[in-house]
């Protein structure tokens, strides 16, 4: 039986990877152009209260948001009233996920059963595995002046929840500080420009970004299409996609199918961008297809 060259040509293509593959394209021929991510759903963070008496702001997390496989949680502190923070997080539990710290002003310690401890001041981040089980405390290390951070909760495949603990306390220098387009990024997870942020080892492969954009600046680079996404609004605003949807300060925007961030700020605007890859986490999963909507009014 005469073998068919396509068939060969899709036998070769199985085992080369992607970039491989991309090399022997005929020179003259146009790659695909990259498609850009829209927003899928929109969320507001809703004031809540959390640790022993600590006053945030919930987008992910919330009834409107509950589950972005494999992100769980992403809470704002931001307030200079200490009455709102200095009762801090006391001593808990975690089991089957991962807890990730990041603080833009102020100072937490973080303290486990497994005998770390970490000081977080400004532009600081923390990584922590809880898999099988692990018991720790984030307490305020101040007791006046502006507390601004984020805590993000990143579930496990279902295969790991039970791996061994484990905790990577980066300081602020340790953050890769790059130049992408017109933004200014802090690259705390994941890979840009050949340039690899300094959080290694995550199974679910995630890109934790913290972006600047000027007035009238834009940014648009690869984003994996196999992983969940999501933008969260620091200050000002942002517009996402090539629908230009507009996402003001303290809003989530969930981010549908692509493989490309595309980012525009009017005025100016700072952003966390979050994506990772759900392998199996239990979790639901937000439809990325449906049309883009508001999920709270925002007054």
């Not at 200490?82 to 990730?100: I, L, N, Q």
């Not at 089980?133 to 305020?140: D, N, Q, T, Y």
Request: contains cysteine.
């Amino acid at each position: 039986m005469p073998i068919n060259r396509r068939d060969v040509v899709r036998g070769l293509a199985a085992g080369l990877p992607a970039g491989a593959l991309a090399a022997c394209r005929p020179r003259g021929a146009r790659a695909v152009p990259e498609r850009a991510r829209e927003v899928a759903f929109l969320v507001d963070a809703q004031p809540t209260m959390e640790g022993a008496g600590v006053r945030l702001r919930r987008s992910l997390g919330s009834r409107a948001l509950p589950l972005l496989d494999p992100f769980l949680l992403l809470d704002e502190i931001h307030s200079d009233n200490p009455d709102d923070y200095m009762a801090g997080f006391p001593t808990h539990p975690h089991r089957g996920f991962e807890t990730v710290t990041y603080v833009l002003h102020g100072a937490m310690e973080h303290r486990d059963s497994m005998g770390n401890h970490g000081h977080l001041g400004p532009g600081s981040a923390q990584w922590m595995t809880a898999g099988h089980g692990i018991v720790h405390s984030e307490m305020p290390q101040q007791e006046r002046g502006l507390m601004w951070g984020f805590q993000l909760w990143v579930n496990l495949p279902a295969a790991q929840k039970l791996i061994k603990p484990r905790y990577q306390d980066i300081a602020p220098a340790r953050v890769v500080e790059i130049a992408v387009d017109d933004a200014a990024v802090r690259l705390v997870a994941g890979e840009v420009g050949g340039r690899r942020g300094p959080v290694e080892g995550i199974v679910t492969a995630p890109e934790m970004l913290d972006v600047t954009l000027p007035a009238r600046g834009s940014m648009r680079r690869p984003l994996p299409a196999s992983h969940n996404a999501f933008v969260y609004v620091i200050e000002g605003s942002v517009e996402v996609g090539t629908a230009r949807t507009r996402v003001v300060d303290g809003q989530l925007a969930v981010l549908g199918p692509g493989d490309a961030l595309a980012l525009r700020s009017e005025r100016g605007g700072r952003m966390l961008c979050l994506a990772a890859t759900a392998r199996a986490c239990c979790c639901s999963r937000v439809n990325p297809s449906a049309s883009p909507s508001r999920a709270t009014a925002r007054s």
